[in-house]
C-alpha cells in the first residue's frame, strides 16, 4: 500500500509539473489586422474574351490584392511581394 501511495504521489508531481510547465511556456497569441482600401491605388484590369474586368490594388507590406467577379462569383486574393504565391482571401459563388 505504501508503494502504492509512492507511486500516486509521484504520477501527480509529473503532472503538476507537466501543467506548470505548459502554462509558464505558453504565450497568447497575438492577432493583428491590416485594411485595404479597395477604392483607392486600384488600377483597373480590362476583361478579354467576355471576361469581367477585375481590380489590381496595392495592398500593406508590399502585396498586392486582385479582385474578380463574374455573374456566379467572386474572388478576392492577394500575391506575396515577391510575386511567388497567390493567398486566397474570399472566393464566393
Keep these: 500500500m505504501k508503494k502504492l501511495t509512492t507511486v500516486v504521489f509521484f504520477c501527480l508531481f509529473l503532472f503538476a509539473g507537466g501543467v506548470y510547465a505548459q502554462k509558464s511556456r505558453?504565450?497568447?497569441?497575438?492577432?493583428?489586422?491590416?485594411?485595404?482600401?479597395?477604392?483607392?491605388?486600384?488600377?483597373t484590369v480590362k476583361g478579354r474574351g467576355g471576361t469581367d474586368d477585375a481590380s489590381n490594388c496595392k495592398g500593406i507590406g508590399g502585396y498586392r490584392i486582385h479582385v474578380s467577379a463574374s455573374a456566379a462569383a467572386v474572388a478576392i486574393t492577394a500575391?506575396?511581394?515577391?510575386?511567388?504565391?497567390?493567398?486566397?482571401?474570399?472566393?464566393?459563388i
Design 26 to 43: 505558453s504565450t497568447a497569441p497575438k492577432f493583428s489586422s491590416a485594411y485595404t482600401n479597395l477604392d483607392k491605388d486600384c488600377k
Design 79 to 92: 500575391e506575396t511581394p515577391d510575386k511567388k504565391d497567390l493567398i486566397t482571401l474570399a472566393y464566393r
